[in-house]
């Protein structure tokens, strides 16, 4: 696997000249030309990448998954990300446009954004879970690429500030379109919850919790070809719940049953829920009822 360390080799990776910043580039896509396309079948940035692509004939992977770039998407890309790209279909021709953001973990340095920015999932999501633009974001987000590549070409000591505060801009916006996303993208992501329910009493019917645990996060995304946190914030947008406190409560729905219709004790119940030590049980039971299971037990019956 090739590892691209730095925005300077990414540059000369892709037969542009040296950036004018060493933490920090704007890169335009019609400009990029791919000399040895066997670096891209298995490579990892070791910064961040933020890109806006439209009219590109090719795909991309992340993991198992392939995505063609034919509208304008956004897609994000954190530090040590495993990628794969087809370089020798990849065709960038004059009418395809956008921008690729490049960001060395060090030019956050000391400022917020450093840890901020681990917190948008985005950066977790897979390539199929791309940010789709309406025309008008599509502009609004051009013009922040464009600006921070204005801002470095003179730099002096209020560049890096004028330009992080571009990048949290660039990031809040980007946040506020995947929950549009989200949200238009209804009906879809309504069936994704549907098929999340079943695959949970699935997993609870069979009783695979007495033998591989409770059902997990990555468990149920992978089994609905989704990432992990492109799960959680799909479902906290139309539910108000990420992803494991779904299960949580699956977990308690099915708790309750077991001690309003068995005579299983509390400890047993535990096991078969897939937890390893009875106490755990207890615990999240009374986090989330505010009564222990022994409680709900009597005053069910």
Known sequence: MKIINSISEKH????????????VSVIR????????????????????????K?????????????????KGVMTFVAPRQIMSLDAEQMDITNEASGYALLIHPD????????????????????????????????????????????????IDRHTQDIILSQIDLLLNY??????RQFITRKAVNHDVLTRMEILLNDYFDLEKPLKNGPPSVELLANQLNLSPHYLSDLLRTLTGQSAQQHIQEKLIEKAKEYLGLTKLSVAEIA?????????????????????SPLEFRQNFN
């Open 12 to 23: 000369r990776l892709v037969s542009l000249p040296e950036p004018l910043h060493p933490l």
């Open 29 to 52: 896509i019609s400009d990029i030309r791919f000399t040895d396309s066997s670096i891209w079948k298995h490579f990892s940035l070791n910064f961040y990448c933020i890109s806006l």
């Open 54 to 70: 439209r009219n590109i004939s090719g795909q991309t992977k992340y993991g198992q998954q392939y995505y063609d770039y034919n």
């Open 107 to 154: 030019f956050l340095y000391k400022h917020p954004l450093a840890t901020t920015i681990k917190n948008y999932g985005f950066f977790s999501y897979a390539v199929n879970e791309a940010l789709h633009l309406s025309e008008k974001e599509e502009h609004n987000i051009a013009e922040i690429f464009q600006k921070i590549d204005e801002e470095y070409q003179h």
């Open 174 to 179: 980007s946040n506020r379109f995947y929950e």
């Open 271 to 291: 096991y078969h829920l897939g937890f390893e030590y009875p106490q755990s049980f207890n615990k999240l039971f009374k986090k989330k009822t505010d009564i």
